[in-house]
């Protein structure tokens, strides 16, 4: 165990080592596809559980998708990244990388979702319908769809509202191709809000994580 944990700190140094500089910026930035194949020898390492993972969901989409390693994770979810934004553009719809293998999109309340609801709106389904698409194509993928609510009413009733939110979004993303087992629902009330104060409308939204699936 020492060993493995020896040759794991070691990749992780090597991860932070691995840049390079953007032609067109000249900004110094990570070598996702270089850190990718480091990130696999960390895995190979039998470092995985440091990251922690959900077994039951491993298993239930184990045998429907297959599993990305090494450098080809980077590459995955840069894909995944860049078609995202550009399909994506001027819907409102924010599109952030997290890190090497998480992209965050956030649905903003004033799209989304009424005061007091859980049914999208309905000039925001299309948008929706399209962000369904883009993430059947990359079905190497888990994509975790979480609730949001403001803190106006009962703490009870505003986290049964954001489950109820996060599940009328997967729904529609199932609805356009994204298979149920690499879906999972959260909601968490009024705990998180983004702004105050937390009665306001931009803490009513929905955030859905996409990360590679990597089997652990």
């Given at each position: 165990m020492i060993r493995k944990t020896a040759i794991?700190?070691?990749a992780m140094?090597?991860?932070v080592g691995c840049t390079t500089v953007d032609p067109v910026t000249g900004e110094r930035e990570a070598n996702r596809t270089a850190n990718g194949a480091i990130i696999g020898a960390i895995v190979g390492a039998g470092a995985g559980t440091l990251a922690g993972g959900d077994d039951r969901r491993n298993a239930?989409?184990?045998g429907v998708i297959g599993a990305l390693a090494g450098g080809a994770i980077g590459n995955?979810?840069?894909r995944t990244y860049q078609n995202l934004r550009?399909?994506?553009a001027g819907t409102g719809v924010?599109?952030?990388r997290i890190n090497q293998e998480k992209i965050l999109l956030i649905f903003p309340a004033d799209l989304t979702f009424?005061?007091?609801r859980d049914s999208v709106k309905s000039q925001f389904l299309p948008v929706l319908n399209n962000t369904g698409s883009i993430l059947r194509e990359y079905e190497q993928t888990t994509v975790d769809v979480y609730g949001f609510a403001d803190c106006t009413g009962a703490d009870a009733y505003n986290q049964d509202l954001s489950e109820r939110r996060a599940n009328n979004v997967a729904s529609v993303l199932a609805s356009n191709g994204v298979i149920r087992q690499r879906i999972i629902t959260q909601g968490f009330g009024e705990t998180r809000p983004v702004?105050?104060?937390?009665s306001a409308a931009a803490n009513r939204r929905v955030e859905v994580t996409i990360s590679a699936f990597t089997g652990r």
């Open positions: 794991a700190l070691a140094m090597a991860v239930a989409i184990g995955y979810m840069d550009e399909r994506l924010g599109v952030e009424d005061l007091n702004t105050q104060p937390c």
